[in-house]
């Protein structure tokens, strides 16, 4: 299989989180891509020109990270971070809608803060800030009902993912204050192999 990836993204490490975690990651070559220069050619794969995109052993190309993920995850014989049926199921894919939700909206801010100061909208990053704390209270609200506790879930990896890139871009924001169960179970998820070993970065 072959990743097209950059360090920096939150989706790109849900997926190779969901990778160390099922034990297929050695079978991954990782391409470096990035998706803002025009020669790159990420959209002779993915029309949509995004990381990550997955070629698999077949030759099948899918995006986006969901997908991905779900792949990954029929290839194992451990236990299933998307699970199979009823009410466990719904709240992974729940929780996993909420933390790239979350995402999406903070990478639209970052973005946005990116602009020309002449065409930036102060109304348009304070929408997209106001969607990321309603997000964090939703997690903090999952956290204090006992919604993240037993074996680990793609809504897991996807909220890991989500607060250490906030964490990694936006650490001003002190998205911890007021939401102490979110906090201490964010600190013991990072504890994880495959959080450890796939921390946002820069390229170099």
């Not at 891509?33 to 794969?45: C, P, R």
């Not at 002449?118 to 964090?136: D, F, I, L, Y």
Request: glycine share 10%.
């Amino acid at each position: 299989m072959k990743l097209r990836y950059s360090p920096t993204s939150p989706y790109v490490r849900k997926v190779m989180v969901t990778a160390i975690e099922t034990g297929l990651a050695d079978g991954i070559e990782l391409i470096p891509t990035n998706v803002w220069k025009e020669e790159d050619d990420i959209v002779l794969l993915n029309p949509l020109g995004k990381v990550p995109t997955l070629v698999t052993g077949g030759g099948e190309v899918l995006y986006d990270s969901p997908v991905i993920c779900e792949h990954l995850d029929t290839l194992h014989d451990g236990i299933r971070l998307f699970p199979p049926a009823g009410g466990a199921r719904w709240i992974a894919l729940r929780q996993q809608a909420l933390a790239d939700g979350i995402l999406d909206a903070a990478v639209l801010r970052l973005l946005e803060g990116r602009r020309p100061q002449e065409e930036r909208s102060a109304a348009w990053a304070e929408r997209q800030k106001s969607c990321v704390e309603r997000g964090h209270d939703a997690l903090d609200s999952e956290a204090d009902a006992g919604l993240l506790a037993g074996d680990v879930t793609i809504g897991w990896i996807s909220i890991g993912c989500a607060l250490g890139w906030l964490d990694f871009r936006f650490p001003d924001d002190h998205w911890r204050a007021g939401r102490e169960v979110l906090a201490g179970w964010f600190e013991e998820f990072c504890k994880r192999p495959s959080m450890r070993e796939t921390v946002p970065k820069e390229p170099v």
